[in-house]
């Protein structure tokens, strides 16, 4: 879900994520024009990409922003926060491992159904499936609301976006 954000804002920006840089696929990072980044390791190793980004392009963690699909919010919610915990999440977990802080803003796009998500060995399948066709509308209405969440985050701060885009 993060990568479809990034695309998202690549179009709107008209910004190819085309280049390869710390194995991950970016885009932008020159000109004044924001870092978009699809790290292209296994999720759990993430980090890598990440730290290896962040040093070539000399950015702090604070100045990153982390977008993801959780399980534990309902379909087409959005939760912006500035710093925390992984809260399972192995990608994230990575991130602020190989950052070695927890002080990185993430947003956190919601892909839990109504009827509850699969626990166990269920959750990859779930995760990796395709969304329904009831549920296709209401995601590509979360990922353009997440592309809006990213550029007020980028031109307003965190506060701002989140006081926005949270709820």
């Known amino acids: 879900m993060g990568f479809r954000v990034v695309e998202e804002l690549a179009r709107r920006w008209g910004t190819p ?26 999720m759990n190793r993430s980090g890598h990409a990440a730290r290896c980004l962040l040093e070539r392009h000399g950015l702090d963690p604070e100045q990153i922003l982390v977008v993801y699909d959780e399980v534990n919010l309902p379909l087409g919610r ?9 809260a399972g999440h192995r990608g994230l977990e990575s991130i602020l491992e190989n950052l070695r802080t927890d002080e990185i803003p993430r947003l956190r796009l919601g892909i839990a159904p109504e009827s509850g998500t699969p626990a166990g060995e269920d959750l990859p399948d779930f995760v990796l499936a395709p969304f329904t066709g ?34």
């Open 78 to 86: 959005l939760r912006l926060r500035r710093s925390g915990s992984p």
């Open 17 to 42: 994520v085309d280049r390869v840089e710390c194995n991950a696929l970016v885009g932008g990072g020159v000109d004044g024009r924001p870092l978009l980044a699809e790290p292209q390791t296994y």
């Open 134 to 167: 009831d549920e296709q509308e209401t995601v590509a209405e979360m990922i353009r609301r997440a592309a809006d969440a990213c550029e007020v985050w980028v031109g307003e701060g965190v506060e701002v976006a989140m006081n926005r885009f949270n709820g």
